[in-house]
């Protein structure tokens, strides 16, 4: 009977847990919300080591409530000693197998999977062949990501674009510090070490969709905003842009004077770290498809302000530490708004985070996780110049 009763307890407690935390995170960017076979699997693991844990804590609670009440002090025998006893191997060896047996429990499924998420060899479609493998070389820097897709002669940064039919080989490297790959709707975490060796790891999304990556190792002082995207997109949209992305020489000119101009003063003052077209890894981001990001650096809204705020200053506040800081220009504004028109030329593709949307990352609200700053003050200053000039009239 008693162990019934834990049971439905246990039972009970897992799907009130289950409930709670189901409205955790969102589905873009948490482990509980898998998108993916690397992060399914893990939240198995996740959930099996969780299980364990609170079938431990249930059964040391009930043995301790059980204790409290049967040996408590009863009225009129407050001076009894119960007897005393020292050492009992049956229950010595209870404790010592069970949490074995716990362990071994969490034991098998972890290290299969560790052995399973190593294995990068083709994967097999349905009629038996072998796919061709997509292999990226990524590069984690401070605070950013290079991407090199090996075969494809694409050079990227910052939103990693994959098809969703089948896995992308990651072998990952560092530039400069230990960075951490995580996107954590997808897969699990993978370091990047410094000192040349290369560790491999494979992406697979089931769903289309912009999926949030983070770096998840203490690389500087801006490694929280060191975020970056996997952007899921559909088998055919990932030829498209894969043709798109090829097509970019770097030597295409924009069709305004304006952004013309600005193109000029890029080449002067910038092309020695960012380059368009598939390049070597430099300095700076590579700006190829930079009009189609979601993010500026990252994780600023791409719009006009920030991007002349990240020309103007080099990111100097807004990425403390960021290796832009380094760079000798000195712009005028009408030179730092032409490069800005030049740059928002840079779309060389149709396919962007908005056609891997699924409705789940655009759409949903993140002002609960990143407030804006009220905006009153500006408009309060605006309407006291309107008042100086009516009593001038
Ligand atoms: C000394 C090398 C260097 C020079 C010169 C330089 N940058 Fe950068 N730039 C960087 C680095 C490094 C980053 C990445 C910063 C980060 O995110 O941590 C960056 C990031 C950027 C980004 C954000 C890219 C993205 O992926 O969202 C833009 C835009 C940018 N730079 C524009 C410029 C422009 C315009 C110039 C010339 C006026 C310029 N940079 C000159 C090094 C440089
Ligand atoms: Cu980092």
């Known amino acids: 009977m008693k162990g019934w009763i834990s049971r439905f307890k246990a039972v009970m407690a897992l799907t009130v847990l289950a409930l709670i935390l189901s409205g955790c995170g969102e589905p873009f960017l948490s482990t509980l919300q898998p998108s993916g076979e690397g992060a399914a699997k893990l939240l198995e693991l996740i959930i099996l080591s969780f299980v364990i844990m609170l079938f431990v804590f249930v059964v040391v609670m009930l043995i301790y409530i059980y204790v409290v ?23 010595e060896t209870l404790w010592t197998v069970i949490p074995i047996i716990l362990l071994l429990i969490l034991a098998v499924p972890t290290i299969q999977y560790t052995f399973a998420f190593e294995d990068m060899s083709p994967e097999v479609n349905e009629e038996g062949e072998e796919m061709d493998q997509i292999w990226i070389d990524v590069t984690g820097k401070q605070y950013w990501w290079h991407f090199e897709y090996e075969d494809l002669d694409i050079t990227t940064s910052q939103e990693l674009y994959i098809p969703t039919d089948r896995r992308v080989n990651l072998s990952m490297i560092s530039d400069d510090v230990i960075h951490s790959f995580w996107v954590p709707a997808i897969q699990g975490k993978m370091d990047v070490n410094p000192t040349g060796n290369r560790n491999e790891m494979f992406l697979q999304a089931e769903e289309e969709g912009v999926y949030w990556g983070k770096c998840a190792e203490l690389c500087g002082p801006s490694h929280s905003l060191m975020d970056f995207k996997v952007i899921a997109v ?12 090829q097509g970019v020489t770097g030597e295409e000119e924009p069709e305004t004077d304006t952004a013309l101009a600005g193109q000029e003063s890029f080449e002067e003052n910038c092309l020695s770290c960012h380059a368009i077209g598939s390049s070597p890894n430099k300095v700076g981001p590579n700006l190829t498809n930079f009009a189609d990001r979601d993010k500026l650096a990252g994780v600023f809204d791409m719009t006009e302000e920030n991007l002349y705020e990240w020309i103007d200053t080099k990111g100097e506040e807004m990425k403390p530490g960021n290796l832009m800081v380094s760079a000798p220009y000195d712009l005028e504004e009408e030179e730092i708004n032409n490069i800005i028109e030049y740059l928002m030329t840079l779309s060389p593709s149709e396919v962007t985070p908005e056609s891997a949307d699924n409705g789940v990352y655009i759409d949903s609200d993140l002002s609960d996780l990143f407030p804006e700053e009220e905006e009153g003050e500006d408009e309060e200053e605006s309407d006291e110049v309107e008042e100086d000039e009516d009593e001038e009239e």
């Open 69 to 91: 009440i049967k040996f408590r002090q009863k009225k009129g025998q407050e001076d009894f000693i119960p007897k005393q006893v020292e050492g009992s191997h049956a229950l």
């Open 234 to 245: 559909s088998p055919g949209e990932f030829e498209e842009w894969v043709e798109d992305m």
